[in-house]
């Protein structure tokens, strides 16, 4: 049984900061990639960043250089820092987290609402 727990989603201002927290009930060691996903009204959900066991991070054109995935292994939780925040990015995140002989799990997911 993992469970993912996000956290942190809140109402901010154009150009204000969030972070996410996704906080998990097994070992984030144990996963071989770990990410973020977002699904805004009328969208398809898309992946936002992501990072491997090996620490190898990917993101999103469209936050490359304003969001940054990190974890903390020795608190299994997994963050998204948020900066510049625009109103593009409101949304219902979730985290991800994939074990290749095991499957996927998902959270149940934060909103952030950005005005402008």
């Known amino acids: 049984q993992v469970q993912l727990v996000e956290s942190g989603g809140g109402l901010v201002q154009a150009g204000e900061s969030l972070k996410l927290s996704c906080a998990a009930s097994?070992?984030?060691?144990?996963?071989?990639?770990m990410g973020w996903y977002r699904q805004a009204p009328g969208k398809q959900r898309e992946l936002v960043a992501t990072?491997?066991?090996?620490?190898?991070?990917n993101y999103a054109d469209s936050v490359k250089g304003r969001f940054t995935i990190s974890r903390d292994n020795a608190k299994n939780t997994v963050y998204l820092q948020m900066n510049s925040l625009k109103p593009d990015d409101t949304a219902v995140y979730y985290c991800?987290?994939?074990?290749?002989?095991?499957?996927?799990?998902w959270g149940q997911g934060t909103q952030v609402t950005v005005s402008s």
């Open positions: 990072i491997t066991s090996g620490d190898t991070r």
């Open positions: 991800y987290a994939l074990r290749e002989n095991d499957g996927g799990y």
């Open positions: 097994a070992s984030i060691f144990s996963f071989d990639v």
